[in-house]
């Protein structure tokens, strides 16, 4: 079969051919229809993921390790955990029974991949309790997952939504997807406190980020209120590190601003999350919420593993 392979940590994988999987005990053969790309394969295939070991033990090996698929009946499912070193990135791959989960009726194959990039714009919900009204910070909104965090937002009657990026262009695109206001984070530091502070009106209620660093500290600043006061609750919830992966907080930017901070996985489960996962099918089947995707095929996979000139539409290859 062919397939994505990859031959040394760092490289980039080539298209060629690798020996078909043969299912053992308790697995079964999947046919892969899609896979996405993401920052994460990217690093676990350089070695610079906690998980790489896990899952480049043995080279060479085929990069991703969830996509979508048919099994041997044409059910299609998403599939995980495929069996080391078949990975997603291949015309077939091998995992065990039960490791995938099928498809709603309606969804496209190349667009089933991107939807676990839409769950993290309903913590807002889920970790945050937010409520129809509420203002929305979104730090790092021209990103997939922050597009599509701008589109959750509204759809669940956000009063205000507030974006960040450093795209001038992306940014301004993103009015078009329901932000009422957006604010470039690629400008000196009193700028950006002075742009943070003018967008909060009332306050912000929620904070969904995605860039923690810099940005991040900034806004915490802006937070701490001049004069004592009964500071009106400010829920941020950590997604992301894309503009570092640590910052300073003094503690008057919690003593005194009402800001809490959770993690986005808190007040998951399994039952929570297939409450999310129906909602976001719900918004695709009716095309309330737009999924951005480049789509190419698996013999391409040299050039599209390299391409680093747009993170606001996710890389899909089909085999």
Known sequence: MKAAVLHELGGVPRYEDFPDPVAGE??????????????????????????????????????????????????????GNP???????????????????????GIEPTIAPVIASAFTGMSIVTAAGFTAGETVLIQGATGVAGRLAVQVARLLGAGRIV?????????????????????????????????????????????????????TEILLRTLVPGSFAFPRPTRLVQVGEAAGSALTVTADSLRTSGVEIYGAAKGLDAATMGTVYERIVDWTRSGRLVFAVDVVPLSDIETAWRRTTSNSRRLIVTP
């Not at 291949?90 to 009726?105: L, N, S």
């Not at 997807?177 to 929620?206: K, M, S």
Request: aromatic residues 8%; charged residues 20%; negative net charge.
């Open 26 to 79: 308790g697995e079964v053969i999947v046919t892969v229809r899609a896979v996405a790309v993401e920052n994460v394969d990217r690093a676990i295939a350089a070695g610079t993921h906690y998980a790489s070991a896990t899952f480049t033990g043995q080279l060479p090996m085929i990069p991703a390790f969830d996509g979508v698929g048919t099994l041997p009946d044409g059910t299609l499912v998403g599939f």
């Open 83 to 105: 069996r080391a070193p078949y990975g997603a990135l291949a015309e077939r791959t091998v995992v065990p029974v039960g490791a995938y989960a099928t498809i709603a009726d």
């Open 163 to 215: 974006a960040t990026g450093r795209d001038p262009g992306k940014l301004a695109a993103l009015r078009e997807l329901g932000a009422d206001i957006v604010i470039d984070t690629a400008v000196p530091d009193d700028e950006l406190a002075q742009a943070f502070t003018a967008a909060r009106g009332e306050g912000y209620d929620v904070v969904l980020d995605y860039l923690w660093g810099r940005p």
